[in-house]
């Protein structure tokens, strides 16, 4: 059974950092894509980046690159998502999701099979 598992999130002031964990159990994470998004209340779901754990090749949507980087901990079984230089704009419900593919991963919501159940980050002052 997939079961991905979001932590991390948080309130944190404009300039700051954050990293979210996603704890993923139930698969052979090899055999998986993991991808990372977020949810703005009123907004779509919108996808941040991913990573194809068979190679380690990632990718990510233009406007999250250089702010935001993708990683993983192999002997955790965690993908972290590192996010800098944050913005209130980035306040939303982020959220990771798995996606058993050999193909390069996609930074695309409807490409992703199960999901975890998101952690809250507010940027504010």
């Known amino acids: 059974q997939v079961q991905l598992v979001e932590s991390g999130g948080g309130l944190v002031q404009p300039g700051g950092s954050l990293r979210l964990s996603c704890e993923t159990s139930g698969f052979i994470l090899d055999y998986f894509a993991i991808g990372w998004f977020r949810q703005a209340p009123g907004k779509e779901r919108e996808g941040i980046s991913c990573i194809r754990n068979s190679d380690g090749s990632t990718k990510y949507t233009d406007s999250m690159e250089g702010r935001f980087t993708i990683s993983r901990d192999d002997a955790k079984n965690t993908i972290y998502l590192q996010m800098n230089s944050l913005k209130p704009e980035d306040t939303a419900v982020y959220y990771c999701?798995?996606?058993?593919?050999?193909?390069?991963?996609?930074?695309?919501?409807?490409?992703?099979?199960?999901w975890g159940q998101g952690t809250q980050v507010t940027v504010s002052s």
């Open positions: 999701a798995a996606r058993r593919t050999i193909l390069p991963c996609a930074v695309i919501p409807g490409a992703y099979d199960h």
